[in-house]
């Protein structure tokens, strides 16, 4: 009789604890649901816009996309679902007249975008730059933008992009006898180019500049420099010209009638001038 008196009380303090585990469970699913609840936003009510910057650094136009002009136009995608968002100079973000919502002040969002606009990303294989970057127009359309993977929330809406392209910047100088106005020059042998292999570079002054996709230049006729209908070709060694995304690669050119005398940089940062690395090629 002893055991199994033994045996219902064990049973009462088991029922007993599996209630009080139930209890207290339920007020713990209560007191998440009421911090839920406390966090969510009226649908509508909170549209998303975003900041946007490029490698860290707040756009401002120098060279390059390096400001967003007013009524610019990306692509942002969450989920499946891909927007049109466009810049505004006033509040300095981008915006859509359908947008995205929050629909929580805690909610962090997952981001993919990419400029400028099409309806789907463009490969990395298939990206192509114009032939012609002589005209600003078609020098800043040469310099895509993406964010893969980016993060915000209702208290950082900035993303940032990187460059899908490399930045060649060729100086140019000139000895005696040369009259370096009249120097024409040209990127020839490329691939990634809409029409044809070459690219004509957008000029300042003595300086060139162009936007290329990602390759290996080396060994072949790379940067060609005209004077009175004589071409120069500067041909370049191993690793002078293997260009990589998001970098900048200058070539400082000496010009006379004899030929070309080429300081390589290696790659820097995109704004960055000067390099590391400097080779010199006769």
């Known amino acids: 009789m002893k055991i199994k008196k033994q045996t219902q009380k064990t049973r009462l303090t088991s029922i007993r604890y599996g209630w009080l585990v139930v209890m207290v469970s339920l007020g713990l699913f209560t007191s998440c649901s009421k911090n839920e609840d406390a966090n969510k936003l009226p649908y509508g009510k909170y549209p998303i816009a975003v900041m946007a910057e490029v490698d860290g650094q707040v756009l401002t136009r120098v060279a390059g996309k390096d400001a967003w002009a007013n009524d ?11 927007k ?6 006033t509040t300095g973000k981008f915006s859509c007249a359908d947008p995205f919502y929050w629909g929580s002040s805690t909610e962090k969002m997952t981001v993919d975008a990419w400029y400028p ?12 730059v114009k032939a012609d ?21 209702l208290v950082n809406d900035k993303v940032t992009f990187r460059h899908r392209t490399s930045k ?17 020059v040209a990127i020839t042998n490329l691939s990634g180019v809409e029409t044809g292999t070459d690219v004509k570079p957008h000029k300042n002054g003595n300086t060139y ?17 005209t004077f009175k209908g004589v071409d120069y070709t500067y041909i370049p060694k191993t690793n002078e010209a293997s260009f990589t995304a998001g970098k900048q690669y200058t ?9 070309l005398t080429v300081t390589v940089n290696g790659a820097t940062l ?8 400097n080779v010199q090629s006769a």
């Open 72 to 82: 610019d136009v990306m692509a942002m995608k969450i989920g499946d679902v891909t």
């Open 84 to 89: 049109k968002y466009i810049f505004n100079a």
């Open 117 to 128: 606009y099409s309806d789907v990303k463009t490969a990395d294989v298939d990206i192509r």
């Open 133 to 153: 970057q002589s005209t600003e127009a078609n020098y800043l359309e040469s310099d895509l933008l993406e964010v893969d993977g980016g993060v915000i929330s």
């Open 168 to 184: 060649v910047v060729i100086n140019l100088t000139a000895k005696q006898g040369i009259d370096i106005s009249t120097v024409g």
């Open 209 to 225: 500049t162009a936007l290329l996709v990602p390759q290996n230049s080396s060994g072949k006729g790379f940067i060609k420099v």
């Open 251 to 259: 070539y400082n050119i000496a010009v006379d009638i004899t030929g």
């Open 270 to 277: 995109w704004e960055q001038e000067g390099g590391v690395n």
